[in-house]
C-alpha cells in the first residue's frame, strides 16, 4: 500500500522534513496537513533570479574572455611537474559569480474557522498510487476533508476543501481564508472568482503570474487581502502560474505575457470541476505509474510514515519490506511529478522550493546530481520523462559554445556553426554554462561527456530510432567534436588526455584523471554506436575511432585500487586535498553508470571492488545512493542492501526525503534506479535477473522493469529463484536472458515481434 501518512500534523517550519509533495512538472505544492491553520508552498520552476535582464546588458552566461590563453599556460605547467604555478593561475580557470538562483514563488496561508475541541482520526497522506493528497479529521462535530493534486494534462493544481456535520444534516460549516505571503513585486487582487497575483521577479524582472479560482456553493469575497470562503459546505480552487521565461538563448523570454498562458488554463480547467480534472489527472499518471509494480516478500498493512521509519529502524521485517517497496514507488512518483515534457528538467529540490535562497541555488549541478535524477526514468520504465533534459542540454548548446571559446579555444562561427560545446559542474534555466567561481569545485569540462550517457540510453531503452537521429544525435555529435579537439596527447603518459582535471571533489590538479577519461571513453562509445544506428560515417567517426584506443582510463594502483589519479603512485604527487573516506567515487564511472567494468574485465572489477572498500559505506544520502548502484553492478546484493538500509535510516526524513544534508532529491531517484539495478541488469549484452539479490529479499514479484533493447520483465521469484517470467517488447527484437533457478542459472534466448509478450516460465 503506496501511502506516505502521519497522524498528527507537520510542523510548518520543518519543511524539507515533514510537508507532503504534489507536482505536475511545472508547478509544486508543499502541503503540511494544518488544521486550523496551513501553510502551502508554492512553485513554478522557471521562476528563477539570474540571467540577462536591464541590470545585466553584458551577461554572458558566467563566461569571461580568452580564458583559454591561461588553460594553455596551465596545461604546459602540469606537463612539467610544475604544481605550484599551476595552483596560481587556477583563479584565471573560473567563472562569474553572478549566478542566480531557484525561487520561491510565495506561500498561500489558508485558515479555518472550526468549533473549538481537539481533532480526532486525524490523517494526512500522499497517495502515490493515484498522485492525490488528502487530510481528513474531525472536530467539534464536523468532518473535515481537504484534498489536492497537480494536474499534467490541464497543467493546473487543484485543492478542494469540504465539511458537513456529523449528524448528516447540517451544512454551511466551511469557512475559511487564504492570504499570500513571501511574495516578490507584484500586484495582488481579486478579478471575479479569481485572486490574482501578477509581478516580476526583482532581480531580473522576469514576469509571473499565478491565479488562485475559486468555485464554492457558499459566500465568496475577493479582494488584495485574499480569498474568504464562507457558510459553503466545498470550496474548489484551480491555481495555475507561468513566467514568461522562454529555453531560448540569449534573452530566455518569449515575449507573451504570462496571464496569456494562466487565464485561460484556469478558466477551462474551472469549467471542467474537479471530477473531470482529477479524471484526467489520474488517467495520465497512472498510464506511467502503473507500468510498474513491486512487492517484497509479503503484503504489507498501512502504517503512518514516521512510526514506519521507527519500526525499519528496529529491524521489523514487515516494516522494512513495505518501506523498501515505498522508497522504490517513492522516487518514480517524484520523478513523475517533477520532470514531465514542456517543462524544465528535475533540478536539486525536483520541483519543490521554499526559499529564495536555497542550498546550492537549487540548481542543475551536473558532476553527478543532475545525472542521477534520471538513472530511474529508464530502467522503471518512464522514459519520457527525461525527455526535458534532452531539451535542456540541446538549449544549452548554443552558450556552450562561448564556453567551448573562451576556456578552450575551440570556435563555432559560419563555416563551423557547430563546433563544441561544453558545461562545467553547475548551469542554469539562462544558459551558464562556465566554470564556478572555485576552481575546485566549479571545473568539470567532461559533464557533458556524462550527460551524453544519459540522453543516449533514452535510445537504449526505448529502441527509439528516429528521436535519436533528429534529437539526440545532434548533441552528441557535436560533443564529439568538442572532445576531439580538446583532447591533447601527453607524450609520458601516451595517451590522449583531458588536462587540466579535478577529480569531484578531493584531490589535486591533475593530467587526465580517471574520472574524465572514463567518461569521454564511454561517450567515445556510445557516440560510434549512434553513427551506426543513424548512418553517418565521416571524418568525426574516423578521428574517435582513432583517439578512443588511446585515452586509456583505467590503470591499477601499487595497493590494488583503481587508480582515481593517473599519476597518484608518483613520489612527487600531491596527496594533501585527497580525503579517503570522500562521497564522490568519481574513478568508478566505469562500473556505473558506465559499462566498461563488468565480468569481462576481472582485474578492473577487483580493483573497483577494493575501491569502494576503501572509500568506505558511510556517506551522505546521494552518495549513499550511487554506492547502491555501484555494488548491485558487482552483483553483491547484500552489501546493496545493507547501503540501502543505511540510506532510509540515516539519510531519509520521515516524508521520505532524501538527507544529503540538507534534502537533495537525487538521492531518492538513485535509491529507486539502485533498487531496479539489484533486480535487473541489461548493461553486458544479456538481460539478468536477480543479479543483486539480497538474502532479505527471499522471495516477491515485479512487473514492467526495462532493459536496453526495449524489452520489458515480468518476474516472480522464491528463495533466490526465478518461478515465473515474462518478456515483451514494443519494438521487436532478440534478447539472452539469465536467471537463477532452484539449481544454478539457467540462460535462455529469445525472439520476439513488436508487440509481442512471451512467458518464459510459467508459476
Known sequence: MNIIGFEQEGDKQLWEQQCLPIGNGYMGASMFGGVRRERIVLNEKSLWAGGPCERRKDYRGGNKRGRYKYVKEVRERLAAGNYQGVTELLPKLTGGDDFGTYLLLCDAVLEFDLPEGEARDYLRSLDIERSLYCCKFTVGGVRCERRAFASYPDRVIVFEFGADGLDGKSGGLLNFSLRLEKTHRADIYGEGDTLVYSGEVEDNGLRFDARFKVSTDGELVISEKGISVRKANRAVICFCAATDYE??????????????????????????GYEELYKAHYADYSEIYNRVSLRIN?????????????????????????????????????????????????????????????????????????????????????????????????????????????YCNIASDGENPENGWVVHTQCSPFGWTAPGWDFY??????????????????????????????????????????????????????????????????????????YEQSLIEQFFIDFLKASEVVGEQGALQSKVREMLPLLKPYSVSKTGLLREWFEEDGEDFDRSKIQKNHRHISHLMGLYPGKRINSDTPEL????????????????????????????????????????????????????????????????FGASAGIAEMLLQSREGVIRLLPALPDEWKSGEFTGLCARGGFTADAVWHNGAVTSLKVSTQIGGECEIVYPTADGEKAVKVKLSAGEERVIIRL
Open 247 to 272: 529555453m531560448k538563448y540569449p534573452t530566455y523570454r518569449s515575449g507573451t505575457a504570462p496571464e496569456k498562458i494562466t487565464v485561460p488554463i484556469v478558466e477551462n480547467a474551472a469549467q471542467k
Open 298 to 406: 509479503g503484503d504489507a498493512a498501512f502504517m503512518p510514515a514516521d512510526r514506519l521509519l521507527e519500526e525499519y529502524k528496529k529491524g521489523n521485517r514487515a516494516a522494512m519490506d513495505a518501506l523498501e517497496t515505498l522508497y522504490f514507488q517513492y522516487g518514480r512518483y517524484l520523478l513523475i511529478s517533477s520532470s514531465r515534457k514542456g517543462a524544465l528538467p528535475a533540478n536539486l529540490q525536483g520541483v519543490w522550493n521554499e526559499s529564495n535562497t536555497p542550498p546550492w541555488c537549487c540548481d542543475y549541478h551536473t558532476n553527478v546530481n543532475l545525472q542521477m535524477n534520471y538513472w530511474g526514468a529508464y530502467n522503471t520504465n518512464m522514459p519520457e520523462t527525461a525527455l526535458p533534459l534532452v531539451e535542456f542540454l540541446d538549449a544549452l548548446r548554443e552558450p556552450g559554445r562561448v564556453t567551448a571559446k573562451e
Open 441 to 514: 569545485w566549479g571545473w568539470c569540462t567532461a559533464a557533458a561527456a556524462w550527460l551524453m550517457q544519459n540522453i543516449w540510453e533514452y535510445y537504449e531503452f526505448t529502441g527509439d530510432g528516429e528521436y535519436l537521429k533528429g534529437k539526440i544525435f545532434p548533441i552528441m555529435r557535436e560533443s564529439a567534436r568538442f572532445y576531439t579537439q580538446w583532447l591533447i596527447y601527453d607524450k609520458r603518459q601516451d595517451r590522449f588526455v583531458s588536462s587540466p582535471t579535478y577529480s569531484p571533489e578531493h584531490g589535486p590538479v591533475s593530467i587526465g584523471n580517471t
Open 605 to 668: 572489477m577487483r580493483a573497483a571492488i577494493a575501491s569502494m572498500n576503501d572509500r568506505g559505506d558511510e556517506s551522505t544520502g546521494w552518495a549513499m545512493a550511487y554506492r547502491i548502484n555501484l555494488w548491485s553492478r558487482t552483483g553483491d546484493g547484500n552489501r546493496a542492501y545493507k547501503l540501502l538500509r543505511g540510506l532510509i535510516e540515516n539519510c531519509t526524513f520521515v516524508n521520505m526525503w532524501d538527507v544529503h544534508p540538507p534534502f537533495q532529491i537525487d538521492g531518492n
